[in-house]
């Protein structure tokens, strides 16, 4: 009785209500059996599958596939441990079932040796939120260093013929990676006291917030290997990442300027009653208070590097975006646009839904939004 009641106030208060409602039911209807119908008779999702090596790493030759598959389960085993540490939690049930239901879809169309693969790297997340739980701060944090040792390790001379989502995933790592210790300085640096500092890092932030981003990437893409000896064969991933941290790092300075401007005044001077020092004051009162506030827009700028990473596909680089187009161009695979374009597009909602679940998850573990 409720609903009809609100369906009677809302939407058939009156003849031009009624007719509204009744005219924008049936266009939704007629949308919805369209989709439908494609999705479930018209589409040929068989593209996908069958080219799904070439999705995932592009040409990468396949007896160095492992290392994609070890970088992978390494990335997702620190971030459950990090995970944990700010959390303080064990995995949720739903994890493990996801990573069972992933592993027992995938399974029929894998090769052998690639199930295995497959099993370690879905269960890596939930193994590292649930071993995380027992390890101490520092025991965590030379774990994620451990780790970032071993993906520059795996990565090292190997990455001229890395593509696909591979390429996107690393990609968006190394640039945040490298991008929020650059925007730490900047935003200490435009902060402090130092007029030197300070015009730099202002000069640096205001120029690089005014320029487009495919503009940055180009200058990277064709600059950074002319600052380098000649002899040095400079990697493409590096030069692009050197080009995302940059852009990247400009806009994370201005989140966490703004949380330090935040920061009551009594903070600063109960630092200085304690007899603790600049670096002191910044490092164990003042930057925890400002990097809290602000962890929305930080895991937000995050995002927009991985959905950003696609811009990469008018440099001409493999990434998931390049790969997709490549396969839809494919004489076998002519009139499948639309279903390749669908399958990375929800690879990349997947992705940022995951890391949006994420930060909500860490917001409501350090009380952010509460007192």
């Not at 390494?74 to 994890?95: E, K, S, T």
């Not at 811009?311 to 680089?317: D, E, Q, R, S, T």
């Amino acid at each position: 009785m409720r609903a009809l009641t609100w369906l009677k106030e809302n939407l058939f208060n009156g003849w031009f209500n009624s007719a509204l409602t009744v005219v924008t039911a049936w266009l939704l209807f007629a949308v919805a059996k369209g989709v439908f119908l494609w999705v479930f008779e018209e589409a040929r999702w068989s593209v996908v599958p069958e080219n799904m090596r070439l999705l995932m790493v592009g040409s990468y030759p396949p007896d160095q596939v492992w290392r994609i598959w070890t970088i992978t389960a390494v990335v997702l085993f620190v971030a459950g441990l990090l995970y944990a540490h700010c959390n303080r939690g064990r995995a949720p049930l739903w994890m493990w079932i996801g990573a069972v239901a992933v592993f027992a879809v995938s399974f029929p169309v894998l090769f052998p040796l690639t199930r295995v693969y497959l099993l370690i790297t879905v269960l890596s997340l939930p193994v590292g939120i649930t071993v995380g739980h027992y390890l101490s701060a520092r025991v965590v944090h030379a774990a994620a260093a451990f780790g970032a040792l071993v993906i520059l390790f795996l990565l090292w001379g190997k990455t001229d013929r890395l593509g696909g989502f591979s390429f996107t995933l690393m990609l968006t790592v190394l640039a945040s990676v490298f991008a929020f210790p650059l925007g730490l300085l900047l935003a200490l640096g435009r902060t402090g006291k130092w007029p030197v500092f300070r015009a730099l890092s202002i000069l640096y932030i205001e120029l690089i917030r005014g320029v487009p981003l495919i503009t940055v990437l180009f200058l990277s893409y064709y600059m950074v290997p002319l600052f380098l000896p000649a002899s040095w064969e400079v990697p493409t991933l590096f030069s692009i990442v050197v080009g995302f941290s940059m852009f990247a790092a400009a806009y994370l300075a201005e989140y966490v300027r703004g949380g330090i401007q935040g920061v009551p005044k009594g903070q600063y001077e109960a630092a200085w009653a304690l007899g603790l020092s600049g670096t002191q004051s910044a490092r164990y009162i003042i930057l925890p208070q400002a990097i809290r506030s602000v962890i929305p827009a930080l895991i937000g700028q995050l995002i927009a590097i991985f959905k950003d990473t696609s811009l990469v596909y008018i440099l001409g680089l493999f990434d998931l975006l390049f790969m997709a187009i490549t396969v839809a161009r494919n004489p076998k695979f002519l009139g499948t646009e639309r279903e390749v374009l669908l399958f990375i597009a929800l690879v990349y909602f997947v992705g940022a839904a995951l890391m949006s679940y994420a930060s909500r998850k860490l917001e409501r573990a350090m009380g952010l939004g509460t007192r």
